[in-house]
T-cell receptor, first 112, second 116 residues
Framework: GQQLNQSPQSMFIQEGEDVSMNCTSS?????WLWYKQDPGEGPVLLIA?????ELTSNGRLTAQFGITRKDSFLNISASIPSDVGIYFC????????????FGKGTKLTVNP | GAVVSQHPSRVICKSGTSVKIECRSL??????MFWYRQFPKQSLMLMAT?????????EQGVEKDKFLINHASLTLSTLTVTSAHPEDSSFYIC????????????FGSGTRLTVV
């Protein structure tokens, strides 16, 4: 089945540092989504990418849709303590499926 | 923006009882909603796809008689965990597609179910 390989699994950084995480797949996707989940909450959409090669920013967050359509990355610049959480990549399944395929998540810890 | 409201946020029930979780789209109509289960430190696992006016589609391995889904209106889907057991304790999250964007999925805030 379709899988999203997300890395790294966890990151421990100092406040102010930049962060990069990515998702890869052997399958081609037409949309890539990045979500953040805080403890005890549902995921919140950060950035949606709809076109290969697209580079989109949302404040300190930047995400890119890989040109091969098999990967995407998310960067966070100048991290702050409230960036702590789990970040998931996701993509709608192929073949017209409405179901989202999720990566396993990247747990981010920011030390003040 | 599109909001999905999920209730309750936390529930504790006794073994053998049933629990209903509601998922409402507040400012849009959702013909399709999704129910997920999430174990600690793991990703979201899709349980079923809820379709307004028709039967839900369950993922392989999910017991449809145990996890009853009803999507009676364009703004409400419910998940009922029947005859709950401690192993059903988990974090349940609903999601809905937001029209007219092709893949705008918004999530509820989740329900922490504890079966004692």
């Amino acid at each position: 089945g379709q899988q999203l390989n997300q890395s790294p699994q966890s990151m421990f950084i100092q406040e102010g540092e930049d962060v990069s995480m990515n998702c890869t797949s052997s399958s081609i996707f037409n949309t890539w989504l990045w979500y953040k989940q805080d403890p005890g909450e549902g995921p919140v959409l950060l950035i949606a990418l709809y076109k290969a090669g697209e580079l989109t920013s949302n404040g300190r967050l930047t995400a890119q849709f890989g040109i091969t359509r098999k990967d995407s990355f998310l960067n966070i610049s100048a991290s702050i303590p409230s960036d702590v959480g789990i970040y998931f990549c996701a993509a709608p399944g192929q073949g017209g499926s409405e179901k989202l395929v999720f990566g396993k998540g990247t747990k981010l810890t920011v030390n003040p | 923006g599109a909001v999905v409201s999920q209730h309750p946020s936390r529930v504790i029930c006794k073994s053998g009882t049933s629990v209903k979780i509601e998922c409402r789209s507040l400012d849009f109509q959702a013909t399709t909603m999704f129910w997920y289960r999430q174990f600690p430190k793991q990703s979201l696992m899709l349980m079923a796809t809820s379709n307004e006016g028709s039967k839900a589609t369950y993922e392989q391995g999910v017991e449809k008689d145990k996890f009853l889904i009803n999507h009676a209106s364009l703004t409400l889907s419910t998940l009922t965990v029947t005859s709950a057991h401690p192993e059903d304790s988990s974090f349940y999250i609903c999601s809905a597609r937001v029209p007219p964007t092709n893949y705008g999925y918004t999530f509820g805030s989740g329900t922490r179910l504890t079966v004692v």
